[in-house]
């Protein structure tokens, strides 16, 4: 008998819970357009020798986590601008940079990477990608880190 009065319980609750849920309606014109602007983009994004840190970082950090590698960049030379938004206005604000990378073990490589507005964990401050020729391990920018250019 009690485990007959349990099914019955919760079919009676699963009953009015569909009930109270009621149908679905369309949203309106409050709910649609309310706060709902969309990102404001202002392009003012660093120049390519300030988020060098992060870059650094960034590598140490894959190269640790994913690859148990010891490798680390050392510091960079020829750092310069590939393009500043060259897609549509309406696109993310991107600046696309390369630079020399001389890792720690011994190599000098070149690394293309671009700076992305709103791009940073949230979309609080900007974001880095990066890749390094030679050290594309997963292929993610395939064939030698030509996708992580514009």
Known sequence: MPRRTLIAACLFAL???ALAAGPTRAANIFEKGFWMEGPRYDSKLPPCERL???LTWNFAE?????????LKINGFTNVREIAYR???????????????????DGKIRTVNYSI?????????????EF?????D?????NPACK????
């Open 86 to 104: 060259p897609w549509e206005s309406g696109s993310i604000p991107r600046r696309y940079c390369t630079a020399q990378a001389h890792i720690s």
């Open 62 to 70: 894959k190269e640790r986590t994913f690859w148990n590698s010891d």
């Open 116 to 128: 992305i507005e709103d791009g940073g964990f949230a979309g609080f401050r900007d974001g880095v």
């Open 131 to 135: 890749c390094v020729i030679g050290l």
């Open 137 to 141: 391990r997963n292929w993610a920018f």
């Open 15 to 17: 009953a009015m819970l």
């Open 52 to 54: 060098l840190w992060d």
């Open 147 to 150: 996708m992580a250019r514009p």
